[in-house]
């Protein structure tokens, strides 16, 4: 059974900073491109950031600069380093893992980041 479990949201004052952790089961992470998705409220779910198996990566416009993206293959984990938070970052983080060939795509049941002072 495939799982992805998210970790690490919470509650932080604007400017501040959170890691997000996923951790994958029943995969092997490192044949998966990794990447994070967020879903503010009331709005469509976005594409945050991404990591492909060989360690590229690729940021949306809005995170550019401030969220870093990294993996562990050893681990099994994929982790999202935000700082420089803002208000309109709040929203639900969820975890995606899309097998290389494109045969598997799976996601997290996210979890909530809430920007506010």
């Known amino acids: 059974q495939v799982q992805l479990v998210e970790s690490g949201g919470g509650l932080v004052q604007p400017g501040g900073s959170l890691r997000l952790s996923c951790a994958a089961s029943g995969i092997i992470a490192s044949i998966y491109n990794m990447a994070w998705y967020r879903q503010g409220p009331g709005k469509e779910r976005e594409f945050v950031a991404r990591?492909?198996?060989?360690?590229?990566?690729n940021y949306a416009d809005s995170v550019k600069g401030r969220f870093t993206i990294s993996r562990d293959n050893t681990k099994n984990t994929v982790s999202l380093q935000m700082n420089t938070l803002k208000p309109e970052d709040t929203a639900v983080y969820y975890c995606?893992?899309?097998?290389?060939?494109?045969?598997?795509?799976?996601w997290g049941k996210g979890t909530l980041v809430t920007v506010s002072s």
């Open positions: 995606n893992a899309v097998q290389r060939s494109g045969a598997f795509n799976y």
């Open positions: 990591i492909t198996t060989t360690g590229m990566t």
